[in-house]
């Protein structure tokens, strides 16, 4: 069964905590919390101050897309405020085993995101180093965008890898995810599916995230 995971970028910041507990109820595993920093991508979100408020009131797995430059700088900050999973951007940094390393010593699980124009190849020799890649299917920096259909043959590739070499990577995909496009990123072998708008500005959390998981 996938795992979902909420991006709290589409919840109603004014009452940010029911918005947390209602995804709960539906069943949701995991809390996905976006950080931009205005740089990496245009936008600014959510910072350690957040995370750490929102960490007082439910156990679900905070995984923390690290949107930012400079990902070991703020690592230790997002992982101190609560994080479970941090993952950083491929195109963010020029060595990424130290800055698997940096994340690793915190305690967090580690991720590894591409964007939909990056090709696969540059994360091919990090499936052996991290616990999951998240596979873009917008381009970061805002929820509500278009899922690009191009990044499918990423998925499937990283299943086949993953499921040959037998490493313990889960397959993460973000952006455009609703029930149409759930069904074919799960077909294609996605283990986690984010979704901001879908969960977030529909009626029925519940029916949402079971629409997801089936
Ligand atoms: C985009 C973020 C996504 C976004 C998803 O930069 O990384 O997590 O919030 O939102 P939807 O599901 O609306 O595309
Ligand atoms: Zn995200």
Known sequence: MVIVAPSILSADFSKLGEEIKAVEKAGAKWLHIDVMDGHFVPNITIGPPVVKSI?????????????????????????????????????????????????????????????????????????????????????????????????VPKIEWLRQQIDEHEYNVLIEVDGGINRETGRVVRQAGADVLVAGSFVFKGKDYNQAVNDLIR
């Open 55 to 151: 960490r007082k009131i439910t156990e679900l797995f905070f995984d923390v897309h690290l949107m930012i430059e400079n990902p070991t700088k703020y690592a230790k900050n997002f992982a101190d405020a609560g994080a479970d999973g941090i993952t950083f951007h491929i195109e963010s940094c020029k060595n990424p085993l130290t800055v698997i390393e940096e994340i690793k010593k915190t305690g967090c699980k580690v991720g590894v995101s591409l964007n939909p124009s990056t090709p696969i190849e540059r994360i091919k020799n990090l499936l052996s180093e991290v616990d999951l890649v998240l596979v873009m299917s917008v381009n970061p920096g805002f929820s509500g965008q278009k899922f690009i259909p191009d990044v």
